[in-house]
C-alpha cells in the first residue's frame, strides 16, 4: 500500500520540483505578500457623502483570496510617503473607475508607483503591476506617454475572449489548465462595463506600447472597433485586463452582467492566485510590525452601498 501511495505521489511532487525550478538561482518566495490598491476619487454622487476616495471591496476580496493582505494606498500623501510604502509592499493594483487619465490625484499618484516599479525591475528588485478597466487604460498612458483611448463601449457585457497566439504562452494564462483556457475563448467569462479602450490598431501602430506590452487578447465593440483586452509586460511584470475579473465572485447586482458560472469563477480564482504569486517574488517590507499592522485594510470598515450602487460593500477614506 505505501508503495502505491508513494507511486501516486510521484506526479505531484515531480511537478513541484519543476515549479521550483525554475525560480531564479537564489531567490526565495515571500509567504506573507502585501498588495497595495491605489484608492480612487469618488465620483459618483451617491458615494460622495461617504468619503473622499474609496476602493470597492470585491478587489479587497479578490487580493484576499489570493492568499495576500491589502494596503489601502491613499492619494493625499507625499512622495516621500510613497516612496516608503513603495518600499514596504510587494505588488500594486490599479482599480477600474472613472476619473482623468492624465490630470487627477489617481493618474498623478499611479504615476510615482509606476516610475518607482520601473527603477525597481531594472535593478532586479522584483515588482508586479496590475491595471484592471480604467487600471489597464492608465497602463497604456504610463507607457505610451499619452491617452491613446477612443470610443469602445462594451458596457454590461460579458464575453469570450479573443485570445491571440502569444496568450498560451503567456505568464498570466501559465496555470490554466487546457480546458479553463479554451472555455475563455468559448463562453463569457470576462465582464466589461467600460466605454473607452486602446484600439488593437492603435496599439500595434504604437511603437512604445507594442514594444511594451504583449497582446494577449482582443474584443470587438459594440460599434465593431476591436480593442485590446488582456496584455502583460514583455520584460516588466506588469499585466492589464480590459475587463474585470473580481466581479465574478464579489460582486452580485442582478442588473449586471457578472459571470458566475463554475468556469468564470475559475478564472477568478487563478488570476487572483497569479498576482499575488507574483507579489511573492518581491522581498518589500514594513520596517516594523506595528507600522505593517496599522497599514492595513482591517483598520478601515467597509460601508454596505448595494442599495445604491453596483458594488456591495466600499472602504472610504
Known amino acids: 500500500m505505501l508503495h502505491r501511495i508513494a507511486a501516486l505521489l510521484l506526479p505531484v511532487l515531480a511537478v513541484s520540483c519543476a515549479s521550483a525550478a525554475r525560480?531564479?538561482?537564489?531567490?526565495?518566495?515571500?509567504?506573507?505578500?502585501?498588495?497595495?490598491?491605489?484608492?480612487?476619487?469618488?465620483?459618483?454622487?451617491?458615494?460622495?457623502p461617504y468619503g473622499r476616495t474609496y476602493i470597492p471591496s470585491s478587489y479587497v476580496k479578490y487580493i484576499e483570496s489570493g492568499g495576500a493582505r491589502v494596503v489601502p494606498i491613499r492619494l493625499n500623501q507625499t512622495k516621500e510617503e510613497h516612496e516608503k510604502i513603495f518600499q514596504s509592499i510587494n505588488g500594486l493594483i490599479f482599480i477600474g473607475g472613472a476619473v482623468d487619465l492624465e490630470t487627477s490625484d489617481f493618474a498623478h499618484t499611479a504615476g510615482i508607483?509606476?516610475?518607482?516599479?520601473?527603477?525597481?525591475?531594472?535593478?532586479?528588485?522584483?515588482?508586479?503591476?496590475?491595471?484592471?478597466?480604467l487600471g489597464f487604460q492608465l497602463l497604456t498612458v504610463q507607457v505610451a506617454g499619452e491617452n491613446l483611448l477612443s470610443k469602445t463601449m462594451a458596457d454590461n457585457v460579458s464575453m469570450p475572449l479573443n485570445l491571440t497566439s502569444e496568450a498560451q504562452s503567456s505568464r498570466m494564462f501559465a496555470s490554466f489548465p487546457p480546458e479553463l483556457f479554451k472555455a475563455l475563448s468559448e463562453e463569457p467569462l470576462t465582464g466589461n462595463f467600460h466605454h473607452y479602450g486602446v484600439t488593437e490598431?492603435?496599439?500595434?501602430?504604437?511603437?512604445?506600447?507594442?514594444s511594451f506590452f504583449t497582446i494577449l487578447s482582443t474584443n470587438k465593440a459594440e460599434n465593431g472597433a476591436v480593442f485590446v483586452s488582456t496584455m502583460e509586460g514583455k520584460k516588466y511584470p506588469f499585466y492589464g485586463v480590459q475587463w474585470h475579473p473580481e466581479v465574478n465572485r464579489f460582486q452580485w447586482h442582478p442588473q449586471y452582467s457578472f459571470p458566475h458560472s463554475k468556469n468564470a469563477v475559475h478564472v477568478s480564482s487563478l488570476l487572483a492566485q497569479f498576482l499575488v504569486n507574483e507579489g511573492r517574488r518581491s522581498s518589500h517590507h514594513f520596517s516594523r510590525p506595528e507600522e505593517e499592522s496599522q497599514a492595513l485594510i482591517y483598520n478601515y470598515n467597509p460601508v454596505y452601498t448595494a442599495k445604491f450602487s453596483s458594488y456591495e460593500q466600499v472602504y472610504f477614506f
Request: aromatic share 10%; hydrophobic share 35%; proline share 7%.
Open 23 to 48: 525560480l531564479p538561482r537564489g531567490e526565495t518566495l515571500n509567504d506573507r505578500p502585501l498588495i497595495g490598491i491605489l484608492t480612487q476619487e469618488v465620483k459618483d454622487p451617491n458615494l460622495r
Open 113 to 133: 508607483y509606476f516610475r518607482l516599479a520601473l527603477k525597481a525591475n531594472d535593478e532586479g528588485d522584483y515588482f508586479p503591476i496590475w491595471g484592471t478597466c
Open 201 to 210: 490598431q492603435v496599439f500595434v501602430g504604437n511603437e512604445k506600447l507594442s
